[in-house]
């Protein structure tokens, strides 16, 4: 007795062309009786609901159906038999796709077989060197008394009021001017080129490039006009490259009065009851950052050397799908913030400039599965109990709510997989061969 599996499996035939080392080419063609049942459970479900004079309903001869509504159904059988019939073929040929197939297919006729082709792309095969003993440098985490001095010196500065200098007093830089401003284009102001009581530091390069030059030597009270030229690759396409005229009222000329450094001035910045120890906390803080640094850094030169160990195609649609994440995050984040030509004018640009990042993160997360997979890494139920229960402390949610956000967002597995990412990059780390860098 054949099961309806095997039934199935004789009404479509697969033949398999490898395109490349992650494209396979299936070439599928449906048995002419499978397209004949197609074609009659179209006609039947048409005829049921169809209304045309002359005849009462579910009545309609077939023919007289064909000649009003057969290019739809021959349209709609088409897109029905592949969806039908592609994870059976896919499944006959042993594949597992990682991105949408691209399928090009001919219009089915009915009492012939159909036949169309699908573009598969799946995950290349990885044959890993070995993984112990890679090279890797790790930069010093260091901090010398210079940096803390300069972190200081910011505190320092952020926390200088303003006061305004006398009378008459020109412009210069670290001087804070209060400016109004209307930009113009063409003897006509433009949008997003006009401000108020706007607070401008020279010499820190906040606006384009010249116009707080032109600036500087200007008094309180005095009329400033400012041309500067926009650079060619400026975000808003309408003035990259243009020259603009601004119209400037210097309405006021301040200076930072900068504090001493000492026991009151750490008391002022926050709950230090010394400068001694102020300079303590700095250092803390600047050692923290400079660890996590030197392990992303270590992290990442572990990765060039396995990289540049195992070349290997990659599949263009799991590049295209990462790159669409970022722009997406990206879209979301200011979509609210920046007009919307100037926002997709930016995002076209991203698409180009991010292609790269995206592409090194598949590479990384194909090779990170590989070692996982040789190496037998898995991450089990406690281990991501103990990731969620993690995550919502640090987030100040109950772990019950986040695990129900992550199971309806079905995104339980992605963190399984994360965390396996994750032992597997560790693992390569702790079997490296980790040099410090050549002293400069």
């Known amino acids: 007795m054949t099961t309806a599996a095997q039934e199935a499996r004789r009404e479509i035939d697969v033949r398999v062309t490898e395109t490349s080392p992650v494209v396979r080419t299936l070439e599928v063609e449906v048995d002419a009786k499978r397209v004949a049942r197609a074609f009659d459970r179209a006609y039947r479900e048409v005829g049921r609901r169809a209304t045309v ?37 896919v499944a006959q040929a042993g594949l597992q796709p990682v991105a949408e197939p691209a399928i090009e297919a001919q219009p089915p006729a009915d009492g012939s077989s159909f ?42 500065q952020r926390h200088a009021p303003l006061v305004e200098e006398p009378e008459g007093t020109a412009a210069a830089r670290g001087n804070v001017l209060t400016i109004d401003y209307v930009g113009r284009l063409a003897g006509e102001a433009f949008e997003g080129g006009t401000g108020q009581d706007v607070e401008l530091e020279l010499g820190t390069g906040r606006f384009i490039p ?63 009851s010394t400068l001694a120890d102020l300079r303590a906390r700095i250092r803390s803080d600047l050692e923290t950052a400079r660890a996590h640094e030197a392990d992303t850094a270590t992290r990442r030169s572990v990765l060039d050397a396995l990289l540049a160990r195992v070349p290997f195609d990659v599949p ?11 722009l997406s995050a990206a879209h979301r984040q200011f979509e609210k913030s920046a007009p919307h030509d100037e926002l997709h004018q930016q995002l076209d640009r991203w698409a180009v400039e991010w292609r790269p990042l995206a592409e090194r993160e598949v590479r990384e997360a194909l090779l990170l599965e590989a070692v996982a997979a ?60 980790i040099e410090a860098p050549p002293v400069a």
């Open 115 to 156: 036949r169309y082709s699908a573009r598969i792309e799946i995950k290349p095969a990885l044959v890993l060197p070995s993984i112990r003993g890679l090279p890797a440098v790790r930069p010093s985490a260091e901090v010398r008394f210079e940096e803390v001095e300069e972190q200081l010196e910011g505190l320092r």
């Open 316 to 326: 263009p649609g799991m590049v295209d799908r990462r790159l669409q994440r970022r």
């Open 210 to 272: 010249g116009f707080e030059e032109q600036l500087e030597g200007a008094r309180t009270g005095d009329d400033r006009e400012v041309i500067v030229r926009f650079p060619d690759g400026y975000g808003n396409a309408v003035l990259a490259g243009k020259e603009v005229t601004f119209q400037v009222k210097v309405a006021a000329v301040k200076r930072r009065a900068l504090p001493e450094l000492d026991d009151e001035f750490a008391r002022d910045v926050g709950d230090f």
């Open 374 to 433: 040789q190496e037998g890494l898995v991450a089990d139920d406690t281990e991501l109990d103990a990731r969620l229960e993690a995550m919502a402390t640090e987030q100040g949610v109950e772990v019950a709510k986040l695990r129900k956000a992550y199971q309806e967002a079905e995104l339980l597995e992605a963190l399984r997989v994360q965390i396996v990412d994750e032992k597997a990059l560790a693992l390569l780390v702790r079997e490296a061969r």
């Open 53 to 89: 004079r002359g005849f009462r309903p579910g009545k309609v001869p077939r023919s007289v159906l064909e000649r009003l509504y057969g290019a739809s159904i021959v349209e709609d059988l088409e897109r029905g038999l592949v969806a039908e019939t592609l994870p059976e073929a």
